[in-house]
């Protein structure tokens, strides 16, 4: 548990503390862009197999049972998750580095969310906290629904840095929590710039994520 509470701060204190603030320009001024996201790159996937096998060898220390009735729950909660998530690559606003596109219009899937892989992050880091119940998961899984709902202002401050006038006007008409820009009038949904495919491909992987969790990861999400 111990590792597993180092590793999780390394990777808070490299998304965060680096990626995250003014640090992040001063090094990129130092060694370049290409340089930065490279080394960065590197450094997160050596971090997430430090944090994963710190996590496969937490001892289990159970705080609470989630009922069957709220596994259910969670399972379907998991089905947003993954239809944002493969949504956000047919029509991703966000370029490449995680800044948004400031040159058109919010479109697709950014007009439920500009942060549509962030938050499908999170709530699948939510629903694992919720779900598991024990102490090495609300570390493990706590750390990447930190790192994803401090993440999405933190995209947004860096992207009005470039362009304030562009941003202000992406702002204005989309929103960090799915749906609220189209719930107060500033945005509307437009199912034919999502399409069909994205939507039907999340929906096939979360249900074979959901049939074959147990045979993956070793727990089945749900009580049959």
Sequence with gaps: ???????????????????GTNLRGAVIGRIGLTAFRALFAAAALAV???????????????????????????????????????????????????????????????????????????LWAAVHMIGNGDAASLVFFGTFFITAAAGMPSIDRKTAARDPDAWARLARSTSILPFAAILTG?????PSEIGWLAPLAGVALWAGVLIFHRSLFGVSPVMF
């Design 48 to 122: 997430m197999v430090m944090l994963c096998r710190s996590y496969a060898g937490a001892g289990m220390v159970l705080l609470w049972i989630a009922p069957g009735w709220l596994r259910g729950l969670l399972a379907l909660a998991m089905l947003p998750a993954f239809v944002l998530f493969v949504a956000s690559f047919r029509a991703n606003p966000m370029a490449a580095g995680g800044e948004p596109f400031l040159g058109r219009e919010a479109q697709g899937i950014q007009r439920v969310t500009r942060h549509p892989m962030m938050v499908a992050f999170a």
């Design 1 to 19: 548990m111990i590792m597993l509470t180092l590793d999780a701060l390394i990777w808070l204190g490299l998304h965060l503390g680096l990626s």
């Design 186 to 190: 500033r945005n509307r949904l437009v």
